[in-house]
């Protein structure tokens, strides 16, 4: 995706991870906080493009997040 900023180019392999890191940067936003607020990221797929890493994790790290956890129930 080559409008994922360079800071995310973890993410820029994962499909569904860039999506749902435009959506977690929209909901921030809407609620007016940061991603240091958050104490996870959980994401649910009916598809994952790859079973490791977590895209909850590349999601995790692209949003700046150095606590908490990101993962993703299968």
């Not at 104490?39 to 977590?54: E, K, L």
């Amino acid at each position: 995706s080559s409008d994922v900023c360079s800071s995310d180019l973890i993410v820029s392999q994962s499909r569904y991870a860039v999506m749902a890191l435009y959506a977690a940067r929209d909901a921030l936003a809407a609620a007016q906080i940061s991603a240091t607020d958050l104490d996870g990221v959980i994401i649910a797929c009916t598809n994952f493009q790859r079973p490791y890493p977590s895209i909850g994790v590349e999601v995790q790290h692209a949003l700046g997040m150095t606590e908490g956890f990101g993962i993703d129930p299968k």
